[in-house]
């Protein structure tokens, strides 16, 4: 008796000693939900002016707590969470992001009867995205979507008028249909390997009825979240109804937690046997998904909707790297790279958005009457294109050699083509700022503020990463 009850007690300790580990370990995505709870709770108790530095403090609080993690690779809770490389450049990547959208927001929100509100989605909205890029188990990427998707349903109505209705009712019948049939196929996948952990997915290797049913499943209920061709038709309504700093949002944090998911679940995934299988699959949609919002884009006349549809192409540079997983040590570095350069980068071209209107029209001179705000658009637009020194080429850079490198050369080939056209679609914003001003729009400090640090983090990302490649060269 005296031995069992030893034999209990030492089990006891060992559980705490192990919780403790976890929890220690989890401590980031507690800031981000202690965050969203704190911002709840101004709001109910009718101080909803401290939501916005209560927001912005815990994210980078967050966020400080992310880097002793760097280079961490384990997992948590039985390995249904991984802490390892892609969930942590996720964070670092996410909550800088999130923490600019929430002051983009702040002159559409402020005074109003929801501004604590809104401060909170962002951040529940942003853990949604971080479950994603963390997950180890198919319940997590369950969990990871709908958290994310019932914060991002709201943010895109928020306006309460018709087209911000229009845009977030499409986004949840869409959202919906999509989510339950990832479910679906993800129970057969749980049915051919008895278990729900992703490291289990290898057993798959003998059922490829089940493996395919699985893998489309996961392509729709991600590609969805990630506006992936031709998942992707939610989005450019979205966008348009929301506000500009929601637009900004919905275009990187949950776009890149869906992206880390599907890389979570790609490089468990078994070797195919022949030249057809997973990876090509994922190849083709890149190349869709490049070609199609391109195209699509350049005939907008919105930069919204520009954006929207530049978004839906930029996920398909990322579906290079998932493509590269377990065949090249590049994948893994040019997704945390190019999901640095992406977050900046589009955040910082809403933000000038956001200060000096929506439309080619209204951008018309910005370039004269505001040349730093138009100097900081150029930058945000090439490095959208991938140009030299910024974040953006150094992403794209790494992107090529991952795909080549994995024997998808001619992947990385639409890609480049794909870039060339989509310097075309940015000339359509760029000339009209330097022409005649139709009307001088002065943005606001909090704008100001978004671009500015976006512009910097994108050049810093840039040189920082061009020095480093020099220095292995």
Known sequence: MIALLQGMGDGMQDTGTSMARDLSLLAPEIAVVLTAVGALVFEMLRLPRAALPFTVIGLLVATGLTVPLIGTETVVFSGTFRVDPLSEWAKLALLPATVLCAVLAHPEVKDTDREGTVHSLFSFTALGALVLAGAGDLMFVVLGVLLSSLGSFALAAYPRDDRATEGAMKFLVFGSVTSAVMIFGLTYLYGATGSTLLSELGRLEGTPLAAAVGLVAVLVGLGYKAAIAPFHFWAPDAYDGAPVSVAAFLSVVPKVGAIFALAQVARDLPAPAGPFGWPLVIAALAALSMTYGNLAALVQEDVVRLLAYSSISQSGYFLLGVVALGKTDLALPSLAVFALAYAATNVGAFAVVAGHGRTLRDLAGLGRYAPWAGGAMVVFLISLVGIPPTAG?????????????????????????NSVLSLAVYLRVVVPMYGTPKEARIAGLPVVAAWVVSLILVLAVGLAALGLLGAIA
Do not use: C, Q, R
Request: net charge positive.
């Open 393 to 417: 080429f150094v992403g794209k850079l790494l992107l090529f050699g991952a795909a080549i490198g994995s024997g998808y050369a001619w992947l990385a080939v639409i890609a480049i083509l």
